[in-house]
């Protein structure tokens, strides 16, 4: 039997010291030390040896016992050293590796065209202001000049959300908005910038959403003469200092006098060409000076303020900027698109 042991403890330990797993040093232990592993049936084969011999015997499975977990102990440890290392050297990260490049997003070309204007009115002192986009009649129409049944709301139909709310046809409520929180006692010198809605079929140049920029100056003693420096300005340094620009007698509900702007056409210089249709000129904006009754119901006393405004289309002005022939381009989200004016 102590030949027997000795033999268990030899095959033990080697197979410990072949094995490359840990699930094999479990395998192992089970068939030496577990409950019907080698180790167990030999021990329980004691009852038949004599007196003399159990103790001997005994104590001799013992040494075998301690032996193999010693063993199986340390080899334990060794694998899972070396197991830890192995995960360690997959899992390592080459720092020296070039870098993926980075996909850079920019700003919508409406976007750009929009921050371009507000830059240029910032510089000549006016403010950015912001509204809602769900507007109540009342400012989007009644404070405008344009009460319940005016033939000119026919042509800004829009989306209503009840009678009384809608989609804002233009911006202009949030110029009355501001005239009213500055109550009638300071300049007001903005321009808004923003999305607005009209009931249309959408075409190449028509979009039921759209983009518009207004801006306002009110204040005592000014006059029609500064709109045109004011646009004028604007139209060079928009468009190139080259361009001339020109104001026709229009009609708008809430200015009187009301004009349209036109800047000579770069393409022909004037001669007329099919980008100006002929004519020379380009149609760029509307404009005029503010209607006494919007003064006074926006809470300025038209008698000592006067105001200009005038208004226009970042999508039409990116059009003829830079030759965008569908409006409809701008709100497709076609990536192919929008990337030819990402900036580098
Ligand atoms: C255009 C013409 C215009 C205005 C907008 C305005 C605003 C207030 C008072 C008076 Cl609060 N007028 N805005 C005036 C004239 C023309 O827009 O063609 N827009 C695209």
């Known amino acids: 039997m102590k030949e027997q042991l000795e033999t268990i403890q030899k095959e033990a330990l080697e197979e410990i010291k072949k094995a490359e797993e840990l699930k094999e040093l479990q395998g192992i232990k089970v068939a030496y030390l577990g409950k019907k592993g080698s180790l167990t049936q030999v021990l329980r084969g004691m009852g038949k040896l004599s007196k003399e011999e159990r103790p001997v015997v005994g104590e001799k499975a013992n040494q075998v016992r301690e032996a193999i977990t010693k063993s199986l102990d340390e080899e334990t440890a060794n694998l899972e050293k070396l197991e830890m290392e192995k995960q360690l050297e997959k899992e390592a990260i080459d720092v020296t590796l070039p870098g993926r490049p980075i996909k850079v997003g920019g700003a919508h070309l409406l976007t750009q065209i929009i921050e371009e204007i507000e830059d240029l009115f910032i510089g000549m002192g006016y403010e950015v202001r912001e509204g809602p986009e769900v507007e109540t009649d009342y400012f989007n129409f009644e404070a405008l000049n344009l009460p319940k049944g005016h033939p000119a709301r026919d042509m800004q139909d829009t989306f209503y959300i009840t009678e009384e709310l809608l989609m804002r046809t233009h911006t202009s409520p949030v110029q009355a908005r501001t005239m009213l929180e500055y109550e009638g006692d300071k300049p007001v010198k903005m321009i808004c910038p923003g999305k607005v809605y009209r009931r249309d079929s959408d075409d190449a140049t028509h979009s039921h959403q759209f983009t518009q920029i207004e801006g306002l100056y009110v204040d005592k003693h000014v006059r029609m003469s500064d709109l045109k420096g004011t646009l004028d300005i604007f139209a060079k340094k928009m468009f190139g200092e080259d361009r001339k620009i020109r104001l026709r007698p229009s009609y708008f509900p ?54 200009f405004a005038f208004g226009m289309g970042p999508d039409r002005i990116a059009m003829l900027k830079y030759g965008v022939d569908d409006i409809r381009h701008f709100y497709r989200n076609d990536i192919r698109f929008l990337q030819q004016f990402h900036q580098a």
């Open 254 to 307: 809430f200015t009187e006098p009301s004009v349209e702007m036109d800047i000579s056409c770069k393409v022909c210089q004037g001669k007329g060409c099919s980008v100006c249709k002929g004519s020379g000129w380009i149609e760029i904006l509307g404009g005029g000076m503010v209607h006494p009754n919007v003064l006074q119901v926006a809470g300025y006393d038209p008698d000592i303020y006067t105001g």
